[in-house]
T-cell receptor, first 111, second 117 residues
Framework: KNEVEQSPQNLTAQEGEFITINCSYS?????LHWLQQHPGGGIVSLFMLSSGKKKHGRLIATINIQEKHSSLHITASHPRDSAVYIC?????????????FGKGTHLIIQP | DAGVIQSPRHEVTEMGQEVTLRCKPISGHNSLFWYRQTMMRGLELLIYFNNNVPIDDSGMPEDRFSAKMPNASFSTLKIQPSEPRDSAVYFCASSLVLMVGHPYEQYFGPGTRLTVT
């Protein structure tokens, strides 16, 4: 069983819809990261959070430490949001640890 | 800042050849990570350095893989000899870790797409 699980694996939606991507983890973490990978392959960090909620533009990330669950929401989705969204964790035990990744959610927003 | 720089961006080589991937982290960052991405396994950590010292290389698949960080501005990942199953995208990432135990955002390079035939 992977330490970081994401759902759904694939998601197709219409422009304007509210999008939710879920991430659950089974180990102790010091932070949860949401990354975006565009078709060109580059990876960009969207959020890093260890509690509560963060918002940047139309993107919102939340985390529930007790339930070991995080969500990424996209409001008023747009075709340019089409990408792979990856949940990753920094495991407890050291600030210099590498990331442990989920398998990613392939999101397509149709016009 | 130019961001994390990786070279080459694409590499095609024959089985058995030596491959060297290069990474220049963001100036001032003190942690560097090598990751590999494949369709089957997704993204995986290979090795990370803190202050040029390898901290965890447990993700390095086998002895054919080696990584060095001779100074704060340069790292290499070498595969010798290469095999077709090494075909993947290799990402380098860097971060500034001010205090051990506190995670920090990582900045990824564009990746090197390696094809071993």
């Amino acid at each position: 069983k992977n330490e970081v699980e994401q759902s759904p694996q694939n998601l197709t939606a219409q422009e304007g819809e509210f999008i939710t991507i879920n991430c659950s983890y089974s180990v102790g973490i010091s932070a949860l990261h949401w990354l975006q990978q565009h078709p060109g392959g580059g990876i960009v960090s969207l959020f890093m959070l260890s509690s509560g909620k963060k918002k940047h533009g139309r993107l919102i990330a939340t985390i529930n430490i007790q339930e070991k669950h995080s969500s990424l929401h996209i409001t008023a989705s747009h075709p340019r949001d089409s990408a792979v969204y990856i949940c990753a964790a920094t495991l407890s035990g050291g600030g210099a640890d590498g990331l442990t990744f989920g398998k990613g959610t392939h999101l397509i927003i149709q016009p | 800042d130019a961001g994390v720089i990786q070279s080459p961006r694409h590499e095609v080589t024959e089985m058995g050849q030596e491959v060297t991937l290069r990474c220049k982290p963001i100036s001032g960052h003190n942690s560097l990570f090598w990751y590999r991405q494949t369709m089957m396994r997704g993204l995986e950590l290979l090795i990370y350095f803190n202050n040029n010292v390898p901290i965890d290389d447990s993700g390095m698949p086998e002895d054919r893989f080696s990584a060095k960080m001779p100074n704060a501005s340069f790292s290499t990942l070498k595969i010798q000899p290469s095999e077709p199953r090494d075909s993947a995208v290799y990402f380098c990432a860097s971060s500034l870790v001010l205090m051990v135990g506190h995670p920090y955002e990582q900045y990824f390079g564009p990746g090197t797409r390696l094809t071993v035939t």
